[in-house]
């Protein structure tokens, strides 16, 4: 049997996602940490530090895991002490990276719907301590994986690669922490994301009616509501990043829930229908960690503009060097 086309795609994508993700969440860090993007400081703290989460996980799953696995496996990366804390950062970057976005949109969603707690809830300050304990939280509920590891194989007394101990597939603890990390993340976001923006919409096609009939008799029909206006930007921001995490999640939450339904621990082989499904996903889930910079780009007109400046600064730099 040949190389598997599943594998053939993962290694030109692993590769090629590495190189497009760390220089984008970057970019989206250094931009949004300026403030000069038209976007309030609280929800520019949130961009920022799904940035920096979503750049973790960059880091760990697809450049020291999945493009190691395929050009470096005989690296230090593979010995078991290095490999097991970055699994653990894996985990626990997946579980920030999409608590944030909840948190994100719990905070608009607070914003649109409920007035009386805005202003108290809705500011950066909240925004820092929200993303702290999300951050907190998230290191301390993967600390488990550490321990689950152990050596594939010892070379010249070297412990090498990181499988499951034998524990984590018989004892039912186990299973239970398992249960409780993949409703955790990703079943219970998937869904509060879901709702979260159901009840938002909602209360914007209400309070729209009800303004545009206000502002209507009392400016006449052509003239727009300021604060639906000013509204529209961050609205725009919300509905393109959740929805975005939806569609590159939904294939993983229907694989974990038909997982745990027919109890599906392996494989008949690499071409098994299930096994290519669960790597689509993981290939899907993976990718949501790009994409909210390039949503932003998409969305904000100040943020595009930043970025041209970015792009321009060394060239400009360049040009006065030569001048001089």
């Not at 190691?68 to 010995?79: A, T």
């Not at 998230?138 to 994986?145: A, D, F, H, I």
């Not at 321990?147 to 101990?165: E, G, S, T, W």
Request: proline share 5%; net charge positive; glycine share 4%.
């Amino acid at each position: 049997m040949g190389y598997p086309v599943i594998f053939q795609i993962e290694d030109i994508y692993y590769p090629a996602l590495s190189a497009v993700g760390v220089p984008v969440n970057l970019v989206a860090i250094v931009i949004l940490s300026r403030g000069k993007c038209g976007l309030s400081k609280c929800i520019s703290c949130y961009l920022v530090g799904m940035a920096a989460a979503d750049l973790l996980v960059v880091i760990t799953d697809p450049i020291l895991t999945r493009v190691g696995q395929i050009y470096f496996r005989n690296s230090f990366l593979f010995i078991t002490p290095v490999c097991r804390p970055i699994k653990y950062l894996g985990y626990a970057a997946t579980v920030v990276s999409v608590w944030l976005t909840v948190a994100f949109t719990f905070d608009r969603f607070v914003a649109i719907c409920c007035e009386n707690l805005k202003t108290k809830y809705c500011t950066e300050k909240m925004a820092a301590v929200v993303i702290g304990t999300v951050s907190v939280l998230g290191c301390l509920e993967s600390v488990p994986w550490y321990f689950i590891y152990q050596p594939y194989l010892i070379i010249d007394n070297v412990p090498r690669d990181c499988i499951f101990k034998v524990i984590f597939r018989t004892s039912p603890v186990w299973a239970a922490f398992e249960l409780f990390h993949l409703i955790l993340t990703p079943c219970v976001p998937f869904f509060l994301i879901l709702l979260l923006n159901v009840l938002t919409v909602r209360r914007i096609l209400a309070a729209s009616r009800v303004r545009r009939g206000l502002w209507g008799r009392s400016n006449g029909e052509n003239h727009k509501d300021p604060e639906m206006e000013n509204r529209k930007k961050s609205i725009i921001l919300l509905f393109s990043i959740s929805g975005s995490f939806i569609l590159l999640w939904v294939t993983q939450v229907v694989n974990n829930i038909y997982r745990r339904i027919t109890d599906t621990r392996y494989y008949n082989s690499f071409t098994d229908p299930r096994y290519i499904t669960e790597s689509t996903s993981r290939i899907l889930q993976l990718l949501s960690s790009c994409t909210n910079t390039c949503i932003s780009v998409l969305t904000q007109a100040k943020f595009r503009e930043e970025l041209k400046n970015a792009l321009k600064y060394p060239l400009n730099l360049i040009v006065k060097l030569v001048k001089s």
